[in-house]
């Protein structure tokens, strides 16, 4: 017993022995020793008296150490056995592997992601302080599950304003971001019979995912250079679509309005809801803005928003604009759900949206992101002039259409294997039919236009040498 105490003091003596309270370093030490395992359960620790002595600190410092980790468990004390390590307490487990996502790329051109620099911190903290102080105690309590309510005002009229929504206050639902908009969408869909939803093909496999959770079974539909085609979405049977009306994730091409037609038709005929995902509309560069297709006919479509392309995804905002006869469902839903998004976000928004923060800071990031789309083009055409650019327009994303025959599943493979994050066109297609051409899809919103140009550079040099390595490889 007097080895362990002796190894005991060697274990505990380095934690107390620096500046601070050291009654809080040693319950600390001795915390941690047990998570780790070094402390097994059942282990008798010395008397406070012993221990004090040993790390020369108060015996009564000891004392409340041992009384503080008894009321937590981590230790028991019984008269005439000493105080042990509690015998329920396990040794922590080993950290799971990081996942994919949390990679430190070299270069990461994955789509998706705005310029997180250029977040208006000072402006977003003046607005949170300024509606903070403005709210009355009353607001601080539970808050309506469908959003407050001058939030709901604010939305209607810039949805209104820059996308042509039609809808009031009324209509809007403010969720944790376009993902719960659909997750709450879905589940009022599944709850009325419904158990497979149309998706754009290709499309992001996280929202395919999402809706399978919730019960909906995707299927895919083809897109082309017109957006979604209608024809072969009446040919499925189903009576719920989503899509990506104005900047088509991820082939950036833009329904044209004789599809957006068809697809309302459709949706008439066929009692259907469509869902329309205006991940990035905002930002366009080459060509008037788009109308939302929800303008057309507000009674089918159920329109989602959020401000994670323009502001950034931390904010967890987003918004729901839906048909009369849904309203009431996803109300409930959403206060089953959650009680509502917090008020204090929400009112920040609504005065962000009141003061002109908002439009001021769309207007410096669509010049921002015009100047990184433009620098990634050029050093495209400086360095890969093979290689088409699609979907250029708008949005925060491109894609580059490979020469044929290049597989770009093996090329995206190889990029990462060198630290660049470039994802495969290939990657959003739904089995079994493919994407319509091997490509890359490439984010240039988060990267500053030196970086983007490094970023080509690297590619075509890997592209270059792949190139190289195959005619070596080939018969003369």
Known sequence: MAKDWTTLRELLLPAVSGPGARGKALEQAIREAVREGRLRPGVRLPSSRDLAAQLGLARGTVTASYEQLVAEGY???????????????????????????????????????????????????????????????????????????????????????????????????????????????????????????????????????LLAAQGLQPVPVPVDCDGVRVDALARTGVRAVLVTAAHQFPLGTALTAARRHALLAWARERDAVVIEDDYDAEHRYDRPAVCATQSLDPSRVAYIGSVSKILAPALRLGWLVLPAELRGAIADRKRLHDLGCGPIPQAALARFLREGGYDRHLRRTRLLYRGRRDALLTALAEHLPDWRTVGIAAGLHLVVRLPEGLDDAALSARLAAAGINAPALSGYAHPPVPAPYPGLVLGYAALSPDRLRAAVGEIARIVGAVAKMEACASPS
């Open 75 to 209: 230790l028991t004390a019984r008269h005439g056995s000493g105080t042990r390590i509690a015998e329920a307490v396990g040794a922590a487990e080993s950290p799971a592997p990081a996942p994919e996502t949390d990679r430190q790329w070299r270069f990461d051109l994955r789509p998706g992601l705005p310029a997180l620099g250029a977040f208006p911190r000072a402006a977003w903290l003046a607005a949170t302080k300024a509606a903070l102080t403005e709210m009355p105690d009353a607001a601080l309590g539970y808050p309506d599950p469908c959003g407050l309510a001058e939030l709901r005002a604010e939305l209607a009229g810039y949805l209104g304003r820059v996308r042509s929504v039609v809808t009031d206050p009324a209509g809007i639902t403010v969720t944790h971001g376009a993902a719960e908009a659909l997750s709450l969408l879905a589940q009022v869909l599944r709850d009325r019979g419904l158990r497979e939803i149309a998706v754009e093909n290709p499309s992001h496999h996280g929202q395919a995912e």
